[in-house]
């Protein structure tokens, strides 16, 4: 039983207040990479207890302890009669841990075929349609006058696209800095961050973290990216060049849900032209510990049995 | 209509694959009204072009074997770029869409409103309303009303 509670309550306070605490604090703009590694850990080990919570209520007539009761659920399982000695609150448990783990799992396998498969087909029309851009191996222009910059990340083959609008609008120096912002989405795999939690948005988009969560990671990956630019660029010229593209499009935009002082555009602009002072070391060590902590313990409630009587 | 003529070296199968298609999108580039077929939507058709018209207009500037081109074209044909027609014992080939019309779908992918539910791309920026371009813009010049200055 004290499993059960232990990762209930682990579960409630990682999807309700902790990621709109974490939203709201600033300091992860200051530190993006610890940022991010502590919203994974919050996002597996929701997950984790979540499906942990829902299997330990399913055994608990079976065995007090997590493991062995799976064992004997499966066993009967294969005898033929699976919900045997299971009551209706286990049952529900059951249904519960299935559900999730399906819609979890499936959401982010089908997030990852659709991913690949859209990003082969951008890749081919790319290469096919636009021309190679001499300062840049990766880089290919495509003839449009809009202003738009994007990367398709991948292994093997990954293709910055500027837009001729681009080329137009900004100097050397500025697409020279966008180029380098793009570059380092491609070469750290800032995309692998993104996938889960756009997965979880696609399966669970009501659930009001999941879309936080999102948001926050996406505003994270670009921050480290601008960081990444600025060790060879001025963060001035970076800065200029994001306003030029955002507000050149702005006649197409979609209307926007965020506040326009709060958008993610804003902070990373912000702290481009006004970068803010370092955080103590402690404080990303601290955020790299919790999350440490994080997914230790709902696999320690899940392995190590708490309650001891047989 | 146009026209990048590049110096790249024609190198990989992508690369052929690009110059075949941009020398198919050259020879076929005037529309032609009148010949609009069942499945032409109304829009007409794009002219044709023969593997040899393809080769030589190539040729002029790179030289590639004919049955080269011809593997190409099949190529570009089965991943649904181009269209064979067959007129008496020769084909033809045209361009299933302009070079402009992919350019065009390939931006709107791009902006995000074809499908925003993939993590296909990573932009750059997103597009902003225009009054968030204004505080962008008030933000660029380092006004930022709500924070007080803190950094040295």
Same mark, same amino acid.
């Not at chain 2, 005037?30 to 109304?42: H, I, V």
């Given at each position: 039983m004290t499993t059960v509670l232990g990762l209930s309550a682990l579960a409630g306070v990682l999807v309700c207040p902790v990621p709109a605490l974490l939203a709201r604090s600033t300091w992860p703009q200051r530190a993006p990479a610890a940022g991010l590694v502590l919203w994974q850990a919050i996002g597996l080990a929701s997950g984790l207890a979540g499906v942990g919570a829902g299997l330990a209520l399913a055994v608990l007539p079976l065995h007090s302890h997590l493991l062995p009761g799976l064992d004997r659920l499966a066993t009967q399982t294969l005898a033929g009669?699976?919900?045997?000695?299971?009551g209706v609150f286990n049952v529900a448990g059951l249904l519960w841990a299935i559900v999730l783990t399906g819609r979890l799992a499936g959401g982010l396998v089908v997030a990852t075929i659709r991913t690949l498969r859209s990003r082969t087909r951008q890749r081919r029309m790319i290469d096919l349609v636009a021309r190679p851009y001499?300062?840049?191996?990766h880089a290919r222009v495509l003839d449009h006058p809009a202003a738009m910059a994007y990367c398709l990340p991948g292994l093997l083959r990954p293709r910055v696209v500027l837009s001729a609008g681009t080329l137009h609008l900004l100097d050397d120096q500025q697409v020279a800095a966008v180029l380098a912002h793009e570059n380092a989405h491609t070469r750290a795999r800032h995309d692998l961050v993104v996938l889960p939690f756009r997965a979880l948005y696609s399966a669970l988009?009501?659930?009001p973290w999941v879309a936080r969560a999102h948001q926050a990671v996406s505003m994270l990956i670009e921050m480290l990216a601008d960081d990444c630019a600025c060790r060879s660029h001025q963060r001035r010229v970076l800065a200029t060049a994001l306003v030029e593209v955002a507000t050149s499009t702005s006649a197409v935009a979609?209307?926007?849900?965020?506040?326009a002082t709060q958008g993610p555009l804003v902070a990373r602009v912000r702290r481009l032209v006004d970068p803010p002072a370092p955080l103590p070391a402690w404080l990303p060590l601290a955020a790299y510990l919790t999350a440490l902590a994080l997914i230790a313990l709902p696999t320690f409630l899940l392995v190590v049995p708490l309650v001891t009587a047989g | 209509m146009v026209t990048q003529r590049n110096s790249v070296p024609v190198a990989r199968l992508g690369d052929l694959e690009r110059a075949v298609m941009e020398t198919l999108w050259d020879l076929t580039a !005037?529309?032609?009204?009148?010949?609009?077929?069942? !499945?032409?939507?109304?829009r007409g058709v794009l002219r044709t072009a023969t593997a040899r018209q393809v080769s030589d207009r190539l040729g002029a500037t790179r030289p590639l074997a004919y049955t080269t081109v011809l593997t190409v074209l099949d190529r570009l044909e089965r991943k649904g770029l181009v269209r064979r027609l067959r007129e008496g014992r020769a084909h033809r080939y045209a361009p299933i869409a302009t070079r402009e019309a992919y350019a065009a779908k390939l931006m709107l992918d791009a902006l995000g409103r074809?499908?925003?539910?993939?993590?296909?791309l990573v932009r750059f920026v997103d597009a902003v309303s225009p009054e968030e371009a204004e505080v962008l813009r008030r933000a660029l010049l380092g006004d930022s009303p709500d924070r007080q200055e803190s950094g040295p």
């Open positions: 009669h699976p919900l045997a000695g299971l001499p300062a840049s191996r988009p009501w659930v979609p209307a926007g849900a965020l506040s | !005037d529309w032609d009204l009148t010949a609009a077929t069942s !499945d032409g939507g109304g074809a499908s925003d539910r993939d993590a296909a």
